[in-house]
């Protein structure tokens, strides 16, 4: 190990990128970590430049993957960290739910330290996005990116939000994480005869306002992370 690089294998023929029959090319290639969230990486297959934070903002047509560090100013160990350069639980949750709606894949990293310990508050992040997953994992493993991947929060909500979508079998999911809504309106999925909306990982069935095609949804609490399962929608 060197202290402050990160070795990238681009050329071991016996080294081939997860689900491709490409062999990575022949050469080893040591890249200085700056602990920014743009340091340039080769894409093992390719060996052209990709950002460790690269995030589109709309589908693409190649398979992609956001790197983050939950340290928001190294991928290592730092012992003189603060709690303020540490991302939010609502913050992880928010991108790897939007990474899932376009098609990506979320890779998380921290930093453990000399003897291979973790840090109390990756501890705690790290749970905390577990403890969501359990709750609310059925919108994201095995699902789709759907045909409109997100909108803007409508109704009666604090703040600015993004509503994400994703997609299972006949199912949309509509996800709205970091604000506070006691009522929301979707425009983009249509309700029919057959619509039906549950909140995820409470089994609760919401009757929305049937006067109109939009979907308008009373949630009833003040959770600032819900995950609603759209049935019967177009």
């Given at each position: 190990?060197?202290?402050?690089r990160?070795?990238?294998p681009?050329?071991?023929?016996?080294?081939?990128w997860?689900?491709?029959t490409?062999p990575?090319?022949?050469?080893?290639?040591?890249l200085?970590?700056?602990?920014g969230?743009?340091t340039?990486?080769?894409n093992?297959?390719?060996s052209?430049?990709?950002?460790?934070?690269?995030?589109?903002?709309?589908?693409?047509?190649?398979?992609?993957?956001?790197?983050?560090?939950?340290?928001?100013?190294?991928?290592?160990?730092?012992?003189?960290?603060?709690?303020s350069?540490?991302?939010?639980?609502?913050?992880?949750?928010?991108?790897?739910?939007?990474?899932?709606?376009?098609g990506?894949?979320?890779?998380l990293?921290i930093g453990?330290?000399?003897?291979?310990?973790?840090?109390?508050?990756?501890?705690?992040?790290?749970?905390?996005?577990g403890?969501?997953?359990?709750?609310?994992g059925?919108?994201i493993?095995?699902?789709?990116?759907?045909?409109v991947?997100?909108?803007?929060?409508?109704?009666?909500?604090?703040?600015?939000?993004?509503?994400?979508?994703?997609?299972?079998?006949?199912a949309?999911y509509?996800?709205?994480?970091g604000s506070?809504?006691?009522?929301?309106?979707?425009?983009?999925?249509k309700?029919?005869k057959?619509?039906?909306?549950?909140l995820?990982?409470?089994?609760?069935e919401?009757k929305?306002?049937?006067?109109?095609?939009?979907?308008?949804i009373?949630l009833?609490?003040?959770?600032?992370?819900?995950c609603?399962?759209?049935?019967?929608?177009?």
């Amino acid at each position: 190990m060197v202290t402050g690089r990160h070795q990238i294998p681009t050329g071991n023929p016996r080294i081939f990128w997860p689900g491709s029959t490409i062999p990575v090319q022949s050469r080893m290639r040591w890249l200085p970590m700056t602990g920014g969230v743009k340091t340039p990486v080769a894409n093992m297959v390719t060996s052209t430049p990709v950002e460790l934070n690269y995030m589109p903002d709309k589908l693409v047509n190649h398979k992609w993957e956001r790197c983050q560090s939950i340290d928001k100013n190294s991928w290592g160990y730092r012992k003189d960290m603060q709690a303020s350069e540490v991302m939010d639980l609502s913050s992880i949750i928010n991108n790897l739910v939007s990474v899932v709606a376009l098609g990506g894949n979320y890779l998380l990293t921290i930093g453990p330290d000399a003897n291979g310990k973790i840090h109390p508050l990756f501890e705690e992040r790290l749970k905390g996005l577990g403890g969501w997953l359990k709750t609310n994992g059925e919108a994201i493993y095995g699902s789709r990116p759907w045909k409109v991947q997100k909108e803007d929060c409508k109704g009666n909500c604090k703040g600015k939000c993004t509503v994400w979508y994703t997609s299972k079998d006949d199912a949309v999911y509509a996800i709205i994480v970091g604000s506070t809504c006691t009522r929301l309106e979707l425009t983009e999925p249509k309700r029919t005869k057959d619509t039906k909306v549950t909140l995820v990982g409470k089994c609760i069935e919401i009757k929305p306002d049937d006067k109109s095609t939009d979907l308008i949804i009373p949630l009833p609490d003040n959770s600032n992370a819900w995950c609603l399962k759209l049935e019967g929608v177009e």
